[in-house]
């Protein structure tokens, strides 16, 4: 490998490689989750500090994923809201709690959204998470790696039963990648919802909602192929940076 690379390339990873991406730096926002053990709970809070000189509107989800590891059995709870932040302003978002024992793995995790929908802070926490070996796995920097989570950011039932439809189909594909997948869905005119797919802020699927299971599952097929190929599309690039 060259001693010195051009500064073009260098770019080209920062932006283009999966590590770029999932190790992103935000610098407009700091997302923290603060977590106490008490007994068999996990008291869970999420905050947000503004860390500009100006004052800014977010969203957030604070999402928590429970697996009990002996039996497979999983479970979703998810607080949401809007935010106006002062300058240089620290505040609590959200507060939850979740049962914990020994046989459970718990993932928390909190993402902050601009005006745009845009992730512009992220944190996460594992407790219990199951040991493999890593000989010839790739560790994230963090020490902590989330594979294959798909975020429900839907309103409705129509909205949810896509997003099992969708999950079902993600979940055959074995995407390992520690991206972040959003199933997000917004009132429209009438009664219509618009429903997207986003991979952090990349939009991968979008489309109107309407009663129709068959409709719901091709649009379920759709957007995991688009999937399946963005990341292929992003393993190629990856290795065509390697190669530098």
Known sequence: MKKYLNIIVVCFFVFFSENGFSQAVYKEVKAKIEVKEVENLLLITGTV?????????????????????SNSNKSTNAQDGRVTLE???KVELSKTQVNYSKTDEVIIMLLIYDESNAIIG????VFGEETESNEGKSVPVDGIEMIGIVANDTKTKLGNDYYDMFYAQYSKLKIHTS???????????????????????????????RPDEDFLKYMAESASSKLFKYFKDLEKQNKIITQY
């Open 49 to 69: 500090e503004n860390l500009k000189s100006e004052f800014k509107n977010i969203s957030y989800k604070l999402s928590v994923f429970k697996k009990n590891k």
């Open 87 to 89: 300058p240089i302003q």
């Open 122 to 125: 992220k944190d996460r926490i």
């Open 179 to 209: 991206k972040i997948v959003t199933v997000q869905e917004e009132l429209t005119f009438g009664r219509t919802t618009k429903i997207t797919i986003l991979v952090d802020s990349d939009i991968i699927e979008e489309f109107i909602s």
